[in-house]
Nanobody
């Protein structure tokens, strides 16, 4: 059974960097044909894809967030991480990690989500 779990600070101050980690169990982040994404949902808004990292380690970013987003992985811990720099209150959202199937826009497994608030 594949399970994803987000972890990170619930509260971040403006201008700081938000670090989030997603831990995978029941599978491997290096399994072919899957990619691992970060998706967020601000209050009252829809889902926004932020970026992801593929099974081979290649990374992909939303053009609108690329300048202050970094995604990496630790294969020894079966984790992948997001760093969002220079956060503002507009980055307040529920952050999800999810598994996507290569060649599709489908996500078959999601974490439960991590609420992050940006406030001084």
């Amino acid at each position: 059974q594949v399970q994803l779990q987000e972890s990170g600070p619930g509260l971040v101050k403006p201008s700081q960097t938000l670090p989030l980690t997603c831990t995978l169990s029941g599978g491997s982040i290096t399994t072919s044909y899957y990619y691992w994404s970060w998706i967020r949902q601000p209050p009252g808004k829809g889902l926004e894809w932020m970026g992801g990292i593929a099974y081979d380690g290649s990374t992909y970013y939303s053009p609108s967030l690329k300048s202050h987003t970094s995604i990496s992985r630790d294969t020894s811990k079966n984790q992948f991480s997001l760093q969002l720099s220079s956060v503002t209150p507009e980055d307040t959202a529920v952050y999800y990690c999810a598994r996507g199937v290569a060649g599709t826009n489908e996500y078959d497994y999601w974490g439960q989500g991590a609420q992050v608030t940006v406030s001084s």
